[in-house]
T-cell receptor, first 111, second 114 residues
Framework: KAGVTQTPRYLIKTRGQQVTLSCSPI?????VSWYQQTPGQGLQFLFE???????NKGNFPGRFSGRQFSNSRSEMNVSTLELGDSALYLC??????????FGPGTRLLVL | GENVEQHPSTLSVQEGDSAVIKCTYS??????FPWYKQELGKRPQLIID?????GEKKDQRIAVTLNKTAKHFSLHITETQPEDSAVYFC?????????????FGKGTHLIIQP
């Protein structure tokens, strides 16, 4: 069974731009969670989607948003990028029973 | 949301010795506690998890213990090997359970000395 995939793997943007990241979960998984990983703050929870509904949301500003499609694929969007948004963005998929498997991540650099 | 504290931040042990990493959590409703291993440049990998209806779970050289009364859980690695060198993260449900999404500890950098 194929694992969680994320695209793109690397991205360079400038301040003020917006970015969209994509995540394809393991086949059969209906839950997708997103995390931001930085050296200073560690792994922080952004939001979680299950069957196209946001079930859970972390403590991030409204510039961070997401959605999930009927095939369980998910996207996250960051608008008006700031330097501090530079991070590894990880998504994880699961069956909605808490066990989650991570994708390889998208490394975002904001200049 | 849930708050997870993890200690130590760095742990150096001799190859063949045991390693123990400890975590505490704040939300008594939390009922699921996974551990992830992340090697440099790679994704976090689930290595073991435990649910609140058991106090201990083992998988070969790895074990996790849970004390719900004290709200802490620990990872035990026995007979450590060089490939155990990595950063280990503990986690608990962000909102106490019922939905996915995890709160992670800050991580423990485990160094296995030859």
């Amino acid at each position: 069974k194929a694992g969680v995939t994320q695209t793109p793997r690397y991205l360079i943007k400038t301040r003020g731009q917006q970015v969209t990241l994509s995540c394809s979960p393991i086949s059969g998984h209906r839950s997708v969670s997103w995390y931001q990983q930085t050296p200073g703050q560690g792994l922080q929870f952004l939001f979680e989607y299950f069957s196209e509904t946001q079930r859970n949301k972390g403590n991030f500003p409204g510039r961070f948003s997401g959605r999930q499609f009927s095939n369980s694929r998910s996207e996250m969007n960051v608008s008006t990028l700031e330097l501090g948004d530079s991070a590894l963005y990880l998504c994880a998929s699961g069956r909605g029973q808490e066990t989650q498997y991570f994708g390889p991540g998208t490394r975002l650099l904001v200049l | 949301g849930e708050n997870v504290e993890q200690h130590p931040s760095t742990l150096s042990v001799q190859e063949g010795d045991s390693a123990v990493i400890k975590c505490t959590y704040s939300d008594s409703a939390s009922n699921y506690f996974p551990w992830y291993k992340q090697e440099l440049g790679k994704r976090p990998q689930l290595i073991i998890d435990i649910r609140s209806n058991v106090g201990e779970k083992k998988d070969q050289r790895i074990a996790v213990t849970l004390n719900k009364t004290a709200k802490h859980f620990s990872l035990h690695i026995t007979e450590t090997q060089p490939e155990d060198s990595a950063v280990y993260f503990c986690a608990a449900p962000y909102s106490g359970g019922g939905a996915d999404g995890l709160t992670f500890g800050k991580g423990t950098h485990l160094i296995i000395q030859p």
